[in-house]
């Protein structure tokens, strides 16, 4: 069993910050990679940050040095801090757990997505 459930979207103003939690349930969640994805309307979902079980990071250079990506192993819980957030940060954000991150690059487990949650950034 690999499951993820998203939670934390809303609406938020330009500039102000956002917290995005990821509750994993299944085996081995923490000793495993882990990474969020947005997709806004019209187009394809995409790598916002990813996490090694080390503590390694890979961010999109669109929210370098703005998000931060997280993980609680403890409570099995992935986070994304959103800060200074931006009009076209507006999507849906979807966790996925399990996967594989080797060389700057996420390798999605496909039987671990969420239903996502929505972030609308106005201006």
């Known amino acids: 069993q690999m499951q993820v459930a998203e939670s934390g979207g809303g609406l938020v103003q330009a500039g102000g910050s956002l917290r995005l939690s990821c509750a994993a349930s299944?085996?081995?969640?923490?000793?495993?990679?882990a990474a969020w994805y947005r997709q806004a309307p019209g187009n394809q979902r995409e790598l916002v940050a990813a996490i090694g079980r080390g503590g390694i990071t890979n961010y999109a250079d669109t929210v370098k040095g703005r998000f931060i990506i997280s993980r609680h192993n403890a409570n099995n819980t992935l986070y994304l801090h959103m800060n200074n957030v931006r009009p076209e940060d507006t999507a849906v954000y979807y966790c996925?757990?399990?996967?594989?991150?080797?060389?700057?690059?996420?390798?999605?487990?496909?039987?671990?997505w969420g239903q996502g949650t929505q972030v609308t950034v106005s201006s």
């Open positions: 299944g085996r081995f969640f923490n000793l495993n990679d």
């Open positions: 996925n757990g399990w996967g594989t991150l080797s060389r700057g690059s996420y390798i999605p487990n496909p039987r671990s």
